[in-house]
């Protein structure tokens, strides 16, 4: 069985990729903005690229880090408190808030965590299924936190240019639900995926 994504899905998802950060970078909302919000999805882009031969992931994680990248050049676009859709969907709801925020945050528990179970599996170092749950659940809420420390220290260095970036939207408990929309997701992610997960990672743990 294959275990490198095919010429035509590599080729699909770079476009993909370029594409929407092309449109993403034509006159955004708050360039500032932009920069913080696209920069990981840049980062892991020359992380994928230099990782590509000698430790190719799973067309699913690759897929899913995809989506993760696209959904944080939206918000960079847009700003996450601004994204048109959720305007729209929080007027027909009558909500109190833009919350495509919290999309990204549950993205940011459902996405790492299918990352983190790859490298766990893959490189055995966790073997039991209940304490490598555990363990990914352990890290999602650290890389939750970890975002939330990034947003204070980029709030106390930048000031009033970091509102957007932060998008608490006056919420006390943006923080808060933010780290509990990334457990969710993990949990989400952990509970739905984790068999096609496993069928994409037989061919993976042969060779090794």
Known sequence: ????????????????????LTW??????DRFTWFLEVAPALIGLVVLAATWKRFPLTPL??????????????GGHYTYAEVPL???????????RNNYDKVGHFAQGFIPAMIARELLIRLQ?????????????CFVLALSAFYELIEWWVALASGDDAVAFLAT???????????LLALLGGIASLA?????????????????
């Open 1 to 20: 069985m294959q275990t490198r994504p095919s010429s035509t899905a590599i080729l699909l998802w770079l476009a993909l990729f370029f594409g929407v």
């Open 24 to 29: 993403s970078a034509i006159a955004p909302k």
């Open 61 to 74: 994680v690759y897929w899913l880090i995809l989506v993760h990248a696209i959904i944080l050049m939206i």
């Open 86 to 96: 959720f305007d729209w969907i929080r007027d027909q709801f009558h909500l109190q």
């Open 125 to 137: 170092v966790i073997r039991g299924t209940a304490w490598r749950n555990f363990f990914i659940l």
């Open 169 to 179: 939207q006056g919420d006390p408990w943006d923080t808060q639900s933010d780290m």
């Open 192 to 208: 739905t995926l984790g068999r096609w997960h496993d069928r994409q990672l037989r061919p993976f743990l042969r060779e090794n």
